[in-house]
Nanobody
Framework: QVQLVESGGGLVQAGGSLRLSCVAS????????VGWFRQAPGKEREFVAA????????YYADSVKGRFTISRDNAEDTVYLQMSSLKPEDTAVYYC????????????????WGQGTQVTVSS
């Protein structure tokens, strides 16, 4: 069992940066890939980025490639999403999720989900 808690969301101007954190509890966290997803009002949840359990492989949605960076610190049971050059269209609730599949750009690949953190980018 893995429990996930996101933090770091907030209000930022376009062009700004935020770093989201996903802290996990559970002894098997280091064996799970972790993904970030987001859901804007009225839209379906979409994949943002994922990182393999070893941290040596990452995968990004085209919409965030070059602007977002995912990383993990297994010693701290934490995964980060560094977001730069933010745009108003990045506004959404961001969720982290953990699963045993790789590559994992789909909701169904993940077994555990956090509650989400709101990111709002103003123009």
């Amino acid at each position: 069992q893995v429990q996930l808690v996101e933090s770091g969301g907030g209000l930022v101007q376009a062009g700004g940066s935020l770093r989201l954190s996903c802290v996990a509890s559970g002894r098997t966290f280091a064996r799970h890939a972790v993904g970030w997803f987001r859901q804007a009002p009225g839209k379906e949840r979409e994949f943002v980025a994922a990182i393999k359990w070893s941290g040596d492989n990452t995968y990004y949605a085209d919409s965030v490639k070059g602007r977002f960076t995912i990383s993990r610190d297994n010693a701290e049971d934490t995964v980060y999403l560094q977001m730069s050059s933010l745009k108003p269209e990045d506004t959404a609730v961001y969720y982290c999720a953990a699963g045993r599949s790789w590559p994992a750009p789909t909701n169904s690949a993940y077994d555990y989900w956090g509650q989400g953190t709101q990111v709002t980018v103003s123009s």
